[in-house]
């Protein structure tokens, strides 16, 4: 959802290695993460960022819009990443860490516009050269940074319920075409699409009746994992209110592995949403418990450091400040309450 923030990270340079480990006499069957979104837009931020991060985790997330701008005037997906990702990748590699890559289609702030890089240039997801250019990169992205994790469309029920039908359905054929392109190529990448739960619980923009993704599975069949986006507190004012079911309901009875690729709660009110340090702390025990109900595989916290929006260059996105509190540390990287509460789960013993 937050893929205008990721496409901001600078290119780095980086060399260095790290990393831990801890134990418990508790388990998890999945394996956790964080994106590479610094709290300020400084090579400094991002390398300590993920320096403290690594720590704890075993994914490294990267979630954002494609470099349209670059692709549609003929650049290389090669040269692209061989300028923005090759390296960043590596040091994230030497700290021990997968990558999951998600490639974001629509703008991951408004779900109902196409990508911000396409409106610039007039263009659009519908357009056969645009939806190849898309798939030109994911098959550089596979080639040259090997993810584990390929996401190919992020939040589709979310696109469905608020893009032109035009625009789904572009994604739709993109997401299936690259897809077919990933497994002709024979990718070892673990691929999926990603669904919004509280638009399918009908608690984002609906009257909070369920709704679920059937329609999502329909789709997209190519799917060997389901992603779950999930930022609950515009949906619960408590984490304990979020129901027991809430990730394994979305599935209906299929064996489908799920991973949370993006989420959290925030620790500060923001608009009409009350919130604090201590309720972002119980959000992430609660969460355990769904994580443990589905048996999922992985889990994703958008950010590890909160966003300095002072330091953010104009125009500030309107609903970017809703997001900019859910970090487990404040964005000069001093720890919360929640931060203990990661580190508690991530001191289980990891069985899958």
Not at 125 to 153: F, M, N
Not at 179 to 198: K, M, N, R
Not at 208 to 236: C, H, I, K, R, W
Request: glycine residues 8%; contains cysteine; charged residues 15%.
């Amino acid at each position: 959802m937050r893929s205008i923030l990721l496409a901001c990270v600078a290119v780095l340079v980086l060399t260095g290695c790290g990393g831990g480990q801890s134990s418990s006499t508790e388990t998890r069957t999945w394996r956790m993460g964080f994106s590479v979104v610094p709290p300020r837009l400084t090579t400094a931020a991002v390398i300590e960022g993920i320096d403290r991060w690594s720590l704890r985790a075993e994914y490294a997330a990267t979630h954002e819009e494609l470099p349209w701008s670059e692709l549609l005037g003929g650049m290389s997906p090669d040269d692209i990443l061989d300028r923005d990702k090759v390296q960043l990748v590596a040091y994230m590699r030497s700290k021990g860490l997968q990558l999951y890559f998600m490639a974001d289609l629509t703008d991951g702030l408004s779900r109902g516009e196409e990508a911000p890089q396409l409106r610039a240039l007039g263009r659009s997801i519908t357009e056969p050269e645009v939806q190849q250019a898309y798939r030109s990169y994911l098959l550089a992205v596979d080639r040259k940074l090997q993810p584990e994790i390929i996401g190919l469309a992020a939040e589709t029920n979310l696109i469905r319920a608020a893009a032109l039908p035009a625009v789904y359905a572009g994604v739709v054929t993109a997401a299936n075409d690259a897809a077919g392109d990933l497994l002709a190529a024979s990718s070892s990448a673990t691929l999926l699409f990603s669904v919004q739960v509280e638009t399918a619980w009908g608690r984002l923009g609906g009257n909070a009746n369920y709704v679920g993704v059937e329609q999502d599975f329909t789709d997209f069949p190519f799917a060997q994992m389901l992603g779950l986006s999930s930022y609950p507190y515009f949906g619960f004012a408590q984490p304990e209110d979020m129901p027991a079911n809430y990730y394994s309901r979305l599935l209906n009875g299929r064996t489908l592995p799920v991973m949370v690729v993006e989420g959290g709660w925030t620790s500060a009110a923001v608009g009409t949403i009350q919130s604090t340090p201590a309720l972002q702390a119980r959000y992430i025990t609660r969460h355990a418990q769904l994580l443990d109900a589905v048996g999922a595989r992985g889990l994703i916290q958008l950010l590890f450091a909160d966003i300095d929006l002072a330091s953010l260059p104009p125009p500030i996105p309107p609903n970017l400040p809703l997001f900019v509190n859910i970090g487990l540390t404040d964005s000069d990287f001093n720890a919360k309450p929640a931060l203990a509460a990661w580190d508690a789960l991530h001191a289980r013993h990891l069985t899958h």
